[in-house]
């Protein structure tokens, strides 16, 4: 990918047994392009989306390391209710250690998005 190429957005199919599986629908765009930047945070390529977000890999510029960044959609910023839900989220994935659960390494607010840092 080249930076500020629009990158394809996962989409959620289920199989025959009901299991959610992964494709990628080549006509649905994710909000981010590769390249952009969210605080000191990098966008290096899509990783899925879902009901609450999109979920980016990333490449942390300060600390150089890669992570994983979920990016509320705008329209649910604005939602009282969707914002309540991300920052129990937020606050519970703090709490938690566990090598099969996400760590937290912090929040990212602007003006138009919220994101988790993981």
């Known amino acids: 990918m080249v930076a500020g190429q629009v990158m394809e ?3 959620r199919q289920t199989n025959r047994t009901g299991n959610v ?3 990628y629908n080549p006509d649905a765009k994710m909000a981010l392009s590769l390249g952009t ?4 945070y990098e966008i290096l390529s899509p990783l899925g989306a879902g009901g609450m977000g999109e979920v980016y890999r990333a ?8 992570v994983a ?3 509320l ?10 914002m309540a839900r991300f ?26 998005s919220r994101a988790l840092i993981m």
């Open 9 to 11: 957005r996962p989409t």
């Open 21 to 23: 599986t992964a494709s």
């Open 37 to 40: 930047r969210i605080g000191p």
């Open 59 to 66: 490449r942390d510029t300060i600390l150089g390391r890669d």
């Open 69 to 71: 960044i979920k990016v």
């Open 73 to 82: 959609p705008e329209a649910f910023a604005r939602d009282a209710e969707r």
């Open 87 to 112: 920052e129990r989220e937020a606050k519970v994935l703090a709490s938690l250690n566990h090598p099969n659960i996400a760590s937290i390494y912090g929040v990212e607010i602007s003006d138009n």
